[in-house]
């Protein structure tokens, strides 16, 4: 996720305007290290998600509508998969499930590639994973622009509060790259 550090996290609905080429050669880095990608249906829709760059590298759209277009080079290419609940209509892409009536988030992650699921946001998926304690670490990018609009944060409330440790803290092209890992206790 990136972030200004006033909180913007989109400008009309892209989070492309708070990027830079540094930010986006991290989001490629992070990419190259990922078993699958993980998105929120409404990112993967206001940002126009397509196929990934790296080949074999598929991305899961998180959905309870299943209201995706199936013809867009997200899915016709075949690197596109749904995730959504059991009762969800049959689909005629790839799709995992689990839940009833609410996505059952820890499911899904036991049936995705195994690896790292790296997860791309938005709010409202960011805070359904952090609720059932799915998130181990946290690649944090801070923009060096500031203002625009505020639309939802990073994390959309309400979810318990949870305790990381700092990593990693870079920099480069005024950008600020944090990492951020779960604290565990013994
Ligand atoms: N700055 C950044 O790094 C960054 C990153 C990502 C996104 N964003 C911004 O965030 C905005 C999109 O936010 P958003 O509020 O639409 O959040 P989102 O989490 O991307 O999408 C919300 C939608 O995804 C599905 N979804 C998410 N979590 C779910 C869950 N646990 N169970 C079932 N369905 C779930 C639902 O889709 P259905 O309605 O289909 O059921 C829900 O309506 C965009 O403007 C984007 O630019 C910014």
Excluded: W
């Amino acid at each position: 996720m990136i972030s200004t550090p006033d909180g913007v996290i989109d400008v009309n609905g892209r989070s492309r305007p708070l990027g830079g080429p540094a930010d986006q050669a991290r989001l490629i880095a992070l990419r190259g290290g990922a078993a699958v990608i993980l998105v929120g249906a409404g990112t993967a829709r206001t940002e126009n998600y397509g196929p990934p760059s790296k080949a074999g590298l598929r991305i899961a759209v998180v959905t309870k509508s299943c209201a995706l277009d199936f013809s867009s080079p997200l899915f016709s290419s075949g690197a596109g998969l749904v995730a959504t609940t059991v009762n969800a209509p049959a689909l005629s892409v790839d799709t995992v499930r689990a839940g009833d009536t609410d996505v059952d988030m820890a499911g899904i992650i036991a049936q995705l590639p195994h690896g790292i699921v790296h997860v791309e946001g938005g709010p409202m998926l960011n805070a359904a994973l952090l609720d059932a304690d799915c998130v181990d670490a946290i690649n944090l990018t801070m923009s060096p622009r500031v203002g625009g609009f505020r639309g939802p944060s990073l994390s959309q409330a309400p979810h318990a509060l949870r305790h990381f440790t700092c990593v990693s803290l870079t920099t480069d092209s005024d950008f600020v790259f944090a990492r951020y890992e779960k604290v565990t206790t013994a």
